[in-house]
């Protein structure tokens, strides 16, 4: 367990109506006092749980795209920027629209 894990796990043993002591709880268990505020209090998730949240695709949904690609190359037509979109638009099944530069990142 990393050190934040810690801290947040003593400051859930907490009694309730317990003010938390973000400064006292950080220095004893060797992490950020922000950060371990902004999680206790659900203003902010672990980077993994924020990219997740970022992606446009999830894994399944980008093996999907990936196999897509490959399919089309082995035919000899590699698909151009704007099928990439079209069919990841697909694959999510929302409506929220794809940058224009979003296959070449």
């Known amino acids: 367990m990393n050190p934040l894990e810690a801290a947040l796990a003593s400051l ?12 006292r709880t950080a220095k004893e268990f060797g992490c950020n006092r922000s950060t371990l505020s ?27 795209l990936i196999d897509y690609i490959n399919k089309l190359t082995e035919r000899g037509l590699p698909p151009s920027n704007e099928m990439l979109r079209n069919f990841a638009k697909e694959i999510r099944g929302r409506d929220q629209r794809l940058g224009r530069e979003w296959p070449k990142r």
């Open 12 to 23: 859930e043993s907490l009694k309730p109506g317990e003010t938390p002591n973000y400064t």
């Open 38 to 64: 902004k999680r206790h209090r659900g203003v902010q998730g672990p980077r993994t749980v924020q990219y997740e949240n970022q992606r446009v695709l999830d894994e399944q949904q980008s093996r999907t």
